[in-house]
């Protein structure tokens, strides 16, 4: 197929992100080519089934984008768009979040921005004609994602990143649980100071990863909301 352009959407956490992704990865292009939708609390299914609405909102869903397959062409930009976008791109495009993790994102921000805006004509009209309004849109959507992004990437690029990690690995095995000893145990070879596992522990408690609990004189750890 000449010219695709496929979009592809992924899911992962920021644990396994940090392992898959080292630090000098961020800067290489990958990270600039992905919008990081990061969201602070799980969304919570007490019941994995499809309601009613859900059904038929997939069969329309379906119907559209059977429709959308079908268009073609090139989007059409007037000239006072390209001036609005223009206007943005050169005085406007800036991040509230400063930090150099986000920089290969910002680099390619307006390629996005068109991108999502481009989503939208198609999703709106057969017309395809860019208006102000597709890049207003775009823009509220990227700015209301972009306030997380940075809690994408909590764990990456530290050596916190690795220990908090290998920390989460544990719990796992264990079954949610761990007590203080036998962390320091496993970790001791990762840890080059105590404090180092103290600010990891800190770390992953106020992010609201794991629970610190005490029994019987002695600190265990567990995964958050497991009672």
């Known amino acids: 197929i000449p010219n695709i352009s496929p979009s592809l959407l992924a899911a992962t956490t920021p644990e396994s ?7 000098d990865a ?7 080519r992905v919008i990081f939708v990061a969201e602070r609390s799980a969304k919570l299914l007490p019941w994995q089934e499809k309601t009613t609405e859900m059904i038929e909102m ?4 379906a119907n559209d984008l059977k429709h959308i397959s079908q268009l073609y062409g090139k989007i059409v930009v007037g000239i006072e768009e390209k001036e609005f976008f223009d206007h943005w791109y050169m005085h406007e495009n800036r991040l509230n979040v400063v930090d ?9 921000r307006h390629d996005h921005l068109l991108k999502i805006a481009s989503l939208l004509i198609v999703n709106s009209s057969d017309k395809l004609e860019l ?10 959507m990227l700015e209301r994602v972009e306030v997380n992004m940075l809690f994408a990437f909590r764990y990456t690029g530290t050596d916190a990143a690795a220990i ?10 264990n079954g949610g649980v761990a007590s203080h000893h036998e962390l320091l145990i496993h970790l001791k070879s990762r840890l080059k100071s105590v404090e180092d596992f103290v600010n990891v522990i800190r770390y992953l408690s106020e992010a609201k990863v794991i629970d610190v609990r005490i029994l019987k004189g ?7 909301g497991m009672s």
Do not use: N, W
């Open 131 to 140: 208006k102000q309004q597709h890049i207003k849109t775009a823009l509220a």
């Open 100 to 108: 150099p993790k986000l920089d290969p994102y910002l680099q390619r």
């Open 164 to 173: 908090s990690s290998e920390f989460l690995d544990i719990l796992h095995v």
């Open 17 to 23: 992100l940090a392992k898959c992704m080292p630090i």
């Open 26 to 32: 961020i800067g290489l292009g990958f990270a600039g």
């Open 58 to 61: 997939e069969k329309k869903l």
């Open 218 to 224: 002695e600190r265990y750890y567990t995964t958050s």
